[in-house]
């Protein structure tokens, strides 16, 4: 087994997933860049091993089980465990969402990769990450759905648009991560969620006003807790933010 930190990042070929890699990858770390299209994640993967990361791909579609599967096989060939995981992909989705207008489609595919896809590539990846002394996982959220900020005063609730696919979506993903907590309480493994701000990304057609890199802060640090550190809990670089 590699002595080095293995970490996968999912959605990692551009974006504050590309520069979570890079992050972690700046500690040392062997990182997998985990990446749908062959192109973007081959890109990627050549970007961070020229700026001195010791980075490989991992093809994944997080909406595919088979990816899954096969993602953990060839990281299980590769290093024979897991340390980290950072379950970053995600998608928008289609507009219109108000909830007036949204087409049901576009809350069930939004779900499916913000949500199902990251409970389907944490169960592939657990195994590997059973076999890790300090396992960590990294779910990416954000505070549009914190239900507390949305149901705040104007001056609290700087929660972007009404969305009533994308901001549920992360509220789903919070509880997720709180059940996963649960369940996994008495193990080494920690789970927290993270919001990286308001990011200037494809995500947002660069509307946001943070770096990726500034974005991509919270991750490297829920997935270097200490081994006593917090387990489903929702934090931003400012502290945690509430349900
Ligand atoms: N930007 C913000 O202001 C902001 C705020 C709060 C939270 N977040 C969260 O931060 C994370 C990263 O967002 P971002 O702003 O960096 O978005 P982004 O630039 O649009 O990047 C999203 C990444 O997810 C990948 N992805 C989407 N669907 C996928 C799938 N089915 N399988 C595998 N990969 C998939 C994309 O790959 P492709 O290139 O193949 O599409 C891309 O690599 C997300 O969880 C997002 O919800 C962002």
Known sequence: MSERTIALVTGANKGIGYEIAAGLGALGWSVGVGARDEGRRKAAVEKLRAAGVDAFGVPLDVTDDASATAAARLIEDRAGRLDVL??????AGATPQEPTRVDPDTIRTVVETNVIGVIRVTNAMLPLLRRSASPRIVNMSSSVGSLTRQSGTAAESATG??????APSKTFLNAVTLQYARELSGTNILINAGCPGYVATDLNGFRGVRTPEQGAAIAVTLATLPDDGPTGRFFEDAGVVPW
């Open 161 to 166: 648009p009404v969305a009533v696919a994308y």
């Open 86 to 91: 950072v379950n970053n992909a995600a998608i």
